[in-house]
C-alpha cells in the first residue's frame, strides 16, 4: 500500500514519518505541496512541523497549498488522512475537521512524553488499539490546544468524535483533555503528538519494558495498512 507524505515548506517530520510508514512494511510516497496531484496513494499523512514558517496561523497558509485541494477532494471520497501537530492544524484550517489549535495556556513551547486514552478505535488509524487503552507518544508544540464552540464540543462528544484524551495532566489547556479528533465519516484524523517518534526500539520514549521501548505510534501506520488490505 502507497501511503502519500506531504512536504510543504518547514515541514520538519516528513523523513520520520517516511520511515514509520516504511517499518509498518507500508510505501512512503513524496507529496510536494505545489503539487495537486496525489499520485493515486492509498492514504496520505500530513507531517509535523512549521508549514510556511508559521508566519501567519499555524497551518493558515498551507491550507490552501495546491496538495490541499486534492487531498480535501480525496478525503471526502473517504481516503483515510492522518494530519500531525501541524499536520492536525492544516486539516482545521482547511475545513477537514472543526475547531483550531491555540498557543498553549501556559505560553511555552513543550516536549515529553504524552500518556494518551484511545477512545475512538473505529477510524482506519486506530482499528489495532483497545478502547481506553493508555499509549506514550512524544508531544513538541506550542501551539498545540484544542479549542471549539460549546455546541461544537457537544457534537464531537455525542458522536465519539474524540480519538484521543490526554491522561493526566492536561499539557496544554485544550478543552475536554483532547489530543485527537476524526472527522464525521472517520477516515481523517488529527492529532497533537506525534505517533512517527514512536515507533522502532531504542529511538521513542519509554515503554513496558524500559527506557526507549515504546512502539505505541507504530500501530497507527500498521492499523491504515491493514485497513487498506482487507
Known amino acids: 500500500m502507497r501511503i502519500g507524505i506531504v512536504t510543504f515548506p518547514g515541514t520538519l517530520d516528513d523523513d520520520d514519518a517516511a520511515r514509520a510508514v516504511r517499518i509498518a512494511d507500508g510505501e512512503a510516497i513524496s507529496l510536494w505541496h505545489a503539487s495537486d496531484n496525489l499520485h ?47 499536520g492536525f492544524q492544516i486539516l482545521c484550517e482547511s475545513h477537514l475537521l472543526p475547531g483550531a489549535l491555540i498557543r498553549n495556556d501556559h505560553q511555552r513551547f513543550i516536549c515529553r512524553e504524552q500518556e494518551l486514552v484511545v477512545e475512538n478505535t473505529a477510524t482506519p488509524w486506530t482499528r489495532q488499539f483497545e478502547t481506553n487503552e493508555h499509549i506514550v507518544i512524544p508531544l513538541k508544540n506550542g501551539e498545540g490546544s484544542f ?29 475536554h483533555d483532547i ?40 500501530r497507527f501506520f500498521t492499523s491504515v495498512l491493514t485497513e487498506l488490505v482487507s
Do not use: K, W
Open 40 to 86: 493515486g496513494v492509498d492514504a496520505v499523512v500530513l507531517p509535523g512541523g512549521f508549514s510556511y514558517g508559521d508566519y501567519l496561523r499555524c497551518g493558515a497558509i498551507a491550507a490552501l497549498a495546491p496538495v490541499m485541494t486534492a487531498v480535501v477532494e480525496a478525503a471526502g471520497r473517504g481516503l483515510p488522512v492522518l494530519g500531525i501537530c501541524n
Open 179 to 218: 489530543a485527537g479528533i476524526c472527522s464525521a465519516a472517520g477516515n481523517v484524523v488529527g492529532l497533537m503528538p506525534h505517533p512517527e517518534h514512536a515507533v522502532e526500539r531504542g529511538f521513542g520514549p519509554a515503554g513496558r519494558e524500559g527506557l526507549r521501548t515504546g512502539t505505541d505510534g507504530l
Open 147 to 175: 479549542q471549539a464552540p460549546a455546541a461544537v464540543i457537544r457534537q464531537l462528544e455525542d458522536e465519539g468524535r474524540v480519538v484521543f484524551r490526554y491522561a493526566g495532566t492536561n499539557p496544554n489547556g485544550s478543552v
